[in-house]
């Protein structure tokens, strides 16, 4: 009896770390112009958790991307990035920051995204994610600083695409390596030429507990049964034995 109901315990055990070990991930190629703090968040009104950041590289560091990778476990999740401007006016550079994409200090984020593994989908429905400007997929706001965050509530503006007609493109004569050339340069709309708080949602496709768990628990449960009956049952014929 312990045993069988020891063994049916382990079995469960097993489903559910089973579960936990078929988590997917998050894989994350990005940069900005001039620099990036990126976090993953269950809920968009909170920073989150961080995955990478470049603030503090140099003002160039935009020519190439940044590679990451996060695993995916909560039913839903939150990419929020915070865009850094390095101009005079927060002492990271000598020039004032211009704005919407114009030269010769602009602000602007790219980056293509991934998940692996199952059970997530982006806003866009679908594995895979560029950044732009379509609608519901990315979220903007002006920030005042790259130390807190505000939930970004407006749609983003895009500034082109990565490696086209601009002046990121002019700059490098191309894509940034590491990141398709159909992702387009994003800020918030409107731009402060300082800081942007970004925005866009990763959702589960499996609901908040996974597949094989709520199987296995009625399973577990009805066995218990079972075998609470076969000792029940078991006791009375030897008490009429003895008797």
């Not at 476990?73 to 390095?86: A, E, K, L, R």
Request: no cysteine; charged share 5%; proline share 6%.
């Amino acid at each position: 009896m312990r045993k069988s109901v020891l063994t049916a315990a382990i079995f469960v055990a097993g489903i559910t770390a089973n579960s936990a070990a078929g988590a997917a991930t998050l894989n994350l190629s990005v940069t900005a112009d001039n620099a990036f703090s990126i976090y993953l968040s269950s809920n968009d009104a909170i920073l989150g958790t961080p995955i990478g950041t470049s603030v503090g590289g140099p003002a160039g560091q935009w020519a190439q991307s940044f590679n990451y990778a996060a695993t995916l476990s909560d039913p839903n999740y939150f990419i929020h990035v915070v865009g850094t401007n390095y101009n005079s006016a927060n002492g990271l550079f000598d020039g004032a920051g211009t704005t919407n994409g114009s030269a010769p200090n602009p602000n602007a984020f790219l980056g293509q995204f991934s998940i692996t593994g199952g059970g997530y989908v982006f806003a866009n429905n679908t594995t895979s994610l560029l950044t732009n400007s379509d609608p519901n997929q990315w979220f903007g706001i002006g920030a005042a600083n790259n130390t807190t965050w505000t939930q970004p509530s407006a749609a983003v503006q895009n500034f082109g695409q990565n490696g086209g007609n601009n002046i990121w493109g002019d700059a490098i004569g191309g894509p940034v390596p590491g990141i398709s050339n159909q992702a387009f340069w994003i800020w918030s709309n409107p731009d402060n030429a300082n800081y942007a708080d970004l925005s866009t949602a990763i959702f589960s496709t499996e609901g908040p507990v996974a597949t094989p768990l709520p199987a296995a628990l009625p399973l577990f449960a009805g066995g218990l049964g079972v075998l609470g009956l076969l000792a029940r049952r078991r006791n009375r014929n030897s008490a009429a034995i003895a008797a």
